[in-house]
């Protein structure tokens, strides 16, 4: 069985680390973030993986700089057949990634070569995909370009989230890495070189592209809203305030109304003009309160009909 070093950061690299630990695998060590100070008392909060690490009693380690030499000399003291990477949040370098017997495997919440990148699962689903999935790489110096391995495919149904699919994923993630560690080790895996020309890139988020754009379709907006909750969301503004959007759903009709306009405000949503069809916000966050369904929030207080939204 092979000794292995786990690198992970969130919730989503847990499964995988606990697959490892049930599957019999030697870690002989978990490489995560370092503590971060959360909340109003700027508290330091332990990453997921390193509470999981914990519960296991599994050896810890949290480098500000994973590629300072002295820490490299430290992965190297334990001897790893493999390193295994999920969501780890630093770039290794390649006396890291060449460390190993196995080399360092990752596992990639899409289907390489589409979605490299930091918000695979985010992109996906506001890009309008109907199916992703997991693949496992052959770590390389570039940006997601290793060598595949391994995939595993999934539908993305037409309300689902980001959250939903985080959670389908990251199991789906943990008993593909077991099946790659397994194949790797009879040999029965030929790498897979990825074709440039087929990528695409998942960036990371940022207050221009989390912001609705009512010039878009309907669906579009609809799949930007699912596509960033329960995080970071979506948003659009009202009298310079901003308003969080947890879900919303979206029809054809297609009013007479100027873009960006809001319909009505009534029990079932606020209705929106879109550039083509309607957008119904469901769930919203207004600032300084919690998120509430339209319904809720329409008990004791109003929504402007007939304003025109940036």
Not at 224 to 238: C, D, E, I, K
Not at 273 to 286: D, F, R
Request: with cysteine; net charge neutral.
């Amino acid at each position: 069985m092979m000794n292995v070093i786990f690198m992970g950061t969130p919730g989503f690299a847990v499964p995988t680390l606990k697959k490892l630990y049930e599957n019999g695998y030697e870690i002989k060590l978990v490489v995560t973030q370092p503590d971060k100070p959360s909340g109003r008392g700027k508290k330091l909060k332990k990453s997921e993986v390193k509470e999981a690490a914990e519960e296991l009693g599994l050896s810890v380690f949290q480098p500000d700089k994973i590629k300072k030499q002295e820490n490299i000399d430290i992965l190297k003291s334990y001897a790893p057949d493999v390193i295994v990477v999920v969501a780890y949040g630093q770039i290794l370098n390649k006396e890291i990634l060449t460390m190993p017997k196995y080399g360092c495997i990752n596992v990639h919440a899409s289907l390489l070569p589409e979605l490299r990148g930091a918000a695979p699962l985010n992109w996906a689903i506001i890009n309008g995909e109907t199916m992703t999935g997991v693949t496992t790489m052959q770590m390389d110096v570039g940006l997601d370009t290793g060598d595949m391995l391994l995939k595993s495919e999934i539908e993305i149904a037409e309300n689902m989230t980001v959250g939903e699919l985080h959670d389908i994923l990251m199991h789906k993630g943990a008993d593909l890495l077991i099946e790659t560690l397994n194949k790797l080790e009879k040999n029965k895996i030929v790498p897979q070189k990825q074709d440039d020309s087929l990528s695409s890139y998942a960036p990371m988020f940022n207050n221009e592209n989390r912001k609705i754009n009512w010039s878009l379709t309907a669906k579009n907006i609809h799949d930007l809203v699912r596509g960033l909750s329960p995080w970071p969301t979506a948003y659009f503004t009202m009298d310079d305030k901003t308003i969080k959007v947890f879900k919303a759903s979206h029809t054809n009709d297609n009013p007479d109304y100027e873009t960006g306009c809001v319909i009505k405000a009534n029990d079932e949503g606020i209705f929106v003009k879109a550039k083509k069809g309607t957008v119904i916000l469901k769930e919203i966050q207004m600032p300084g309160k919690n998120k509430m369904t339209v319904e809720a929030y329409l008990r004791g207080n109003k929504f402007p009909e007939h304003i025109i939204l940036p």
